[in-house]
């Protein structure tokens, strides 16, 4: 790991020449005509942003705005623009559209959804199909769209002060990089998040910050028609995941009382093979597991491949969503005030 600390560095040096160029207009910055929620991270992966993405989305769908979410797609094998939802259906799967942004397709009936290496071109698209309000997945360098609420998403698990920056580490660019939230949101936190927590977090980052854990929202067949499935709790599964902070997942599960024998991680985005299947259901067999439980986001990537074959024990997807631990009216406030609404 040390050997990476002086590519770090250039790297680094990089990104701050590049933060630069936007600060001082030498890159330009370019506008849509509604408002623009963008919702990152500092980190790659492990901060929880998509669920806290689909809350947003909810929120502004239950105002009455007609939404639109654009991302870059990250995983997918197609290039370019590609109209994941026009509103009315999802056109894609997620090895063309990319996993998170079928996901909230999916999840989000009615909402567009445009992914595209051009957030700006994105946005546009999906301003000319009618959205009312934009949000950015994962938009927090991706500087070229302005945004009218900046919102950086941190595991609250993890001190800044400890964070290093690519390779060496995980960070994107250097912690300075938050003086351009507009608010910053702490994920992972729990119950007993003091007051004192929340405020050297904030001290840190200077910035307000919000605070949620996450919580299982729902379990559905993968491959029954979405058949929901009342609950888990106390039985014995296994967990198979590949997203960035799985241990946050087998917690979530432990705290609905399911009995995980074993969780098997792959890495990120991971791409599941017709052996990874069969080594997931050899796992749970061997273990007497009643059900296999992954990811929403992770389903996308495996539907394909369990579909039409004999699987037993049956994939499971579990629904995350946000529990807002401190300043849950703070975050709807900014959010609705863009529109004049709400208290802020």
Known sequence: M?????????????????????DYRVLRIRHVDVPVISVGNLTAGGTGKTPLVQWIVRLLRESGKRVGVVSRGYGRATKGLIVVSDGSKVNVDGKKGGDEPVEIAESNPGTIVVVGENRVEAARTACAMGAEAIVMD??????????????????ALEHPKEARLLPAGRLRESISGAQRADIVVLTHSDNDASDGKL????????????????????????????????S??????????????????????????????????FPDHHLYQTADIERILKEAQEAGAVAIVTTEK?????????SGRPVHPPFCAVRIKPEFTHGEMELRGRILSLWGEGDN
């Open 2 to 22: 040390i050997a990476l600390v002086p590519i770090s560095w250039l790297y680094g040096l990089g990104v701050a020449i590049r933060n630069k160029a936007f």
């Open 138 to 155: 994962d938009g927090f360098q991706h500087r070229y769209l302005h945004r009218d609420l900046n919102v950086l998403v941190w595991n």
């Open 199 to 230: 405020n050297r977090f904030a001290e840190w980052f200077s910035k307000k910050t919000v605070s949620c854990r996450y919580r299982v929202d729902g379990v559905r067949s993968l491959l029954e028609d979405n058949r929901i499935i009342d």
């Open 232 to 265: 888990l709790s106390g039985k014995r599964v296994l967990a198979a995941s590949g997203i960035g902070y799985p241990d946050g997942f087998r917690s979530v599960l432990r705290e609905v009382g399911m009995d995980v024998l074993k969780h098997m991680k």
């Open 298 to 306: 992770d389903a996308i990537r495996l539907r394909a491949i369990v």
